[in-house]
């Protein structure tokens, strides 16, 4: 069924991430070339359908040279005054604001709305949608979690600047005979972590997935030491935790620590020299890979045709390397961790990679 689709949002919501400008960019060619449809961009996700919030059309002129920009020309925020309650529902303090969006879309006269977000953003989008303002979803996330899409764009850029620094650690921890702790993020997720440190060649990747002892890790460096490598590479997913402990928090609702709390631990126990580089935003800044800037432009493209065929309440996926759509219920069911009986562990585990949970 095709419907007819006058004017379209497109936001993008939550932490920033290499490629949505790519979807942007895509969202806004297809649109106008292929359904003479206007594209509306909305400042700083939900929070520009508030009132006060800006929005602007905007045109070809506007997205040229974008798919090499990192971050996003529209602004997001991974803050925003639509608490959800444990069941996806708005509370009673957040349902007005939900209301404010769906009333601001009706006076922009939108047919509906592209959401380019995560988990958080995309159970905003569920309850939008089933308010009455229609949404398509576009997943994104450094952290590659969401279980209904295979990769996620972002991710690839994300492990890329990952393998960059681990390589220059690599070469310090070997001049300088030392533990050096590279810490990733990742959120509850270790894709980032393995990807990375099975590219780099680290000698341990610790996963949220896999909790952790210290004794293995300490037989790790001492049989190291033995053969003659005085050094080794450890990478640190930001939720891993040794086994029985809680993740380690900077902040309330946010990890970061854990990278310190192991380079620490590694010294007092084995007494060579630690070292710890958190790698933070860096991981999330500038520009894409090739691969991101194909994966979000294919998504941003299949976004818009959804929304003209009707398809809303639902979010484009890649399957089987073919973009699909899934209901935006089946999105946010179900947070994608690294399989424990999967290739990835499994390859790591064959070729000597420390995951911390070895027998004694
Ligand atoms: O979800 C993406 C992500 O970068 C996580 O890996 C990390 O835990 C979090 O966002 C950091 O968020 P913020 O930008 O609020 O510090």
């Given at each position: 069924m095709l419907t007819e689709m006058r004017r379209i949002g497109v936001l993008t919501s939550g932490g920033d991430c290499p490629g949505l400008n790519a979807v942007i960019r895509a969202v806004v060619r297809t649109a106008y070339e292929l359904y003479r449809?206007?594209?509306?961009?909305?400042?700083?996700?939900?929070?520009?359908?508030?009132?006060?919030?800006?929005?602007?059309?905007l045109t070809g002129d506007d997205v040229r040279g974008l798919l090499v920009?990192?971050?996003?020309?529209?602004?997001?925020?991974?803050?925003?005054?639509?608490?959800?309650?444990?069941?996806g529902e708005p509370t009673p303090?957040?349902?007005p604001n939900f209301q404010a969006v769906v009333h601001q879309g009706r006076i922009l006269r939108l047919d509906g709305l592209i959401v380019v977000g995560g988990d958080g953003s995309l159970r905003i989008a569920r309850v939008v949608d089933r308010l009455g303002l229609k949404v398509v979803g576009v997943p994104k996330t450094i952290d590659n979690d969401l279980a209904m899409t295979e990769r996620t764009f972002g991710f690839d850029t994300a492990v890329s600047v990952a393998v960059e620094a681990l390589d220059r650690l690599h070469t310090v921890a070997v001049a300088h005979h030392r533990i050096m702790v590279c810490e990733v993020m990742g959120r509850e997720a270790g894709w980032i972590a393995l990807n990375s440190g099975l590219a780099s060649g680290a000698d341990a990747i610790l996963i949220p997935e896999i909790p952790f002892r210290w004794e293995p890790l300490v037989r790790m460096v001492a049989e190291r030491r033995a053969r003659g490598r005085t050094y080794s590479l450890i990478?640190?997913?930001?939720?891993?935790?040794?086994?029985?402990?809680?993740?380690?928090?900077q902040q309330v609702g946010r990890l970061g620590g854990i990278g310190s709390v192991v380079s620490d631990e590694l010294y007092r126990r084995t007494g060579v020299e630690t070292r710890v580089t958190v790698l933070g935003h860096v991981q999330r800044g500038g520009t894409p890979t090739a691969s991101d800037r194909i994966l979000a432009s294919r998504l941003g493209e299949s976004a818009v045709h959804l929304a003209a065929r009707g398809g809303y309440g639902r979010m484009v996926a890649l399957r089987a390397d073919e973009v699909v759509d899934v209901s935006l219920d089946e999105a946010v069911a179900a947070c994608k961790l690294v399989p424990l009986d999967g290739q990835m562990v499994r390859l790591g585990r064959s070729t000597g990679v420390y995951f911390g949970d070895e027998p004694d």
């Open positions: 449809a206007e594209v509306i961009g909305i400042y700083d996700g939900f929070t520009g359908l508030q009132p006060g919030g800006s929005t602007r059309t920009a990192g971050g996003t020309i529209l602004g997001t925020t991974n803050r925003g005054p639509f608490d959800l309650t444990p069941d303090e957040s349902l990478v640190v997913a930001e939720g891993a935790h040794p086994l029985g402990a809680s993740p380690v928090y």
